[in-house]
């Protein structure tokens, strides 16, 4: 019922790890076209918290609702990353011997073999559909560069925008600024701005001047569960939030 409105609904989750409660009693609710910051100390949960959005790891316990409806526990991850949401891991995988418009047209032809895509011709509204990435990661000065070329922060862009050709409703980002410039990690900030809206996106990130750009709502995730939610301002004044990060 509290699914109603959501694109993303986590209730009461909870998963064990040789009796060690890695998610203890979780729950979040992101809605359409949010942008959620998730952040908490080493060991906090939020890499399994992913894994178990996007089916890698099924929960003991809870509901993970996708658009309302859908109870992802009950699907593998091939069928959510068809349904919709989209992962971007720490490290940018990208064709390092392909073009950038290349790496964005296999990523939009996924279903297709890489020569059965390198090789047809591409239709108008593919073509159409990558110059609006490009443009949205900007990359348009790049798009016949190869892959390999760019610099870290631009491979992540590329990523980002090889994830947006998948049309996800869901994006989830894991610290997309580690090992980053001062400036990429800005612009960054300022792409994932772009981004949401159209699509709803989680992005976990230690990076809190990165957080602190994107300005959006944060969730402090400790020993498996909720410990504060606000603005950044709100949760680091927060006695259990500091805490928490001085235990450790
Ligand atoms: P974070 O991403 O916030 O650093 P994780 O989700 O990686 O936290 O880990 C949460 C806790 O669960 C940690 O104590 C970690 O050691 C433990 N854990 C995670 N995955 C496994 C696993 N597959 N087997 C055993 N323990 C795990």
Redesign the pocket.
């Known amino acids: 019922e509290f699914a109603r409105g959501s694109m993303l609904y986590l209730d009461d989750v909870s998963v064990s ?2 009796g ?1 409660k ?2 203890n009693g979780l729950s979040l609710m992101l809605a359409p076209g949010e942008m959620r910051a998730v952040i ?10 992913m ?1 178990i959005i996007t089916g890698k ?1 099924r929960p003991d316990h809870g509901d993970v609702i996708f658009d309302q409806s859908i109870d992802l526990t009950r699907h593998d991850e091939t069928d959510i990353a068809r349904m919709g949401i989209g992962r971007k891991f720490q490290k940018p995988t990208v064709f390092e011997t392909h073009t950038v418009a290349d790496n964005l047209l296999l990523s939009l032809a996924g279903k297709r073999g890489v020569f059965e895509t390198l090789l047809a011709q591409i239709t108008g509204a593919e073509a159409r559909r990558i110059e609006e990435i490009l443009e949205t990661i900007r990359l348009e000065e790049r798009r016949d560069d190869l892959a390999a070329d760019l610099s870290h922060g631009q491979k992540q862009w590329l990523e980002i925008g090889m994830l947006l050709a998948q049309d996800p409703k869901v994006l989830l980002v894991d610290e997309p600024a580690a090992g980053m410039t001062d400036a990429e990690t800005m612009a960054t900030a300022d792409l994932l701005k772009r981004i949401a809206g159209e699509h709803t996106v989680m992005v ?1 990130e230690h990076d809190m001047e990165f957080v602190r750009a994107l300005g959006v709502k944060v969730t402090v ?1 400790n020993e ?1 569960s909720v410990l504060a939610e606000g603005s950044l301002d709100h949760v680091s004044a927060d006695p259990h939030v500091i805490e928490s990060y001085l235990g450790r």
């Not at 908490?40 to 918290?49: L, R, V």
């Open positions: 790890f040789d060690f890695a998610i908490g100390p080493n060991g906090a949960g939020k890499t399994t918290m894994d790891t976990v995730l498996g």
